[in-house]
């Protein structure tokens, strides 16, 4: 087992960069991820999500911060993306993983959370759940996670909200959990306010590295008149 403890301490109070560019954009390979991840490390990152495989082993020679590994499917079958299925783990705990997400809501998917969470803690990695609601956080702590996420919090059916979920960053905090603020953080302010909601660390990801997204974001600011 890696030593809980030691990635907790390293995460704790700082900063994690989500590097998942556009999909089949031309950023979206193992080297630009590898790359991408290093600057944010070298801007302060504490932490680091990869989406991947490849991307992963790629990345994980260069980086000495804790790593999350993640894999999204588009599933026929079910809403759940993030790292649905048990192969999944193993994949990515060799690739060198130190933290393992998954999606922690309670919809119909191919494994069960129990089963995933024991899963990763069998690859001695980290098991960081991503959450949509309270409901999601408590089963999901009760199970094992060692990581509380909001990163699914209005992703899960309706309109996606503008702000933060700083309510559900705060129940978390409440009940104890190591909580990973993430989702809609697209401010130094959001994070700031972020930490002061209880957070114990804060993940940013898309106005980082996604670069097609916010220079059109920019972009169409100029067509405004």
Known sequence: ????????????????????????????????????????????????????????????????????GIIKYDLDDSPVR?????????????AGADIIA???TDR????SREDLIAAIHAQGCLAMADCS??????FCAEHGA??????LSGYTGGPVPELPDFDLIKYFAQKGYFVMAEGRL?????????????ANCVTVGTVLTRLEVMTDKFAQATKTK
């Open 1 to 68: 087992m890696k030593n809980k403890q030691q990635i907790l301490k390293a995460l704790n109070g700082n900063l994690v960069v989500s590097v998942q560019p556009v999909d089949n954009g031309v950023l979206d390979n193992p080297l630009c991820v590898s790359l991408l991840s290093q600057a944010a490390v070298n801007g302060g990152a504490a932490g680091i999500r990869i989406e991947g495989v490849d991307k992963l082993l790629h990345s994980r020679r260069h980086l000495k911060v804790p790593v999350i």
């Open 82 to 94: 993030i790292t649905p299925f048990l192969h999944d783990v193993e994949r990515l705990a060799q």
């Open 102 to 104: 998954f999606d922690g």
């Open 108 to 111: 119909i998917r191919p494994v």
């Open 133 to 138: 609601n309270q409901a999601d956080g408590d």
């Open 146 to 151: 060692d990581i509380i996420g909001t990163t």
């Open 186 to 198: 697209n401010t130094p302010e959001d994070v700031s306010k972020a930490i002061a909601c209880g």
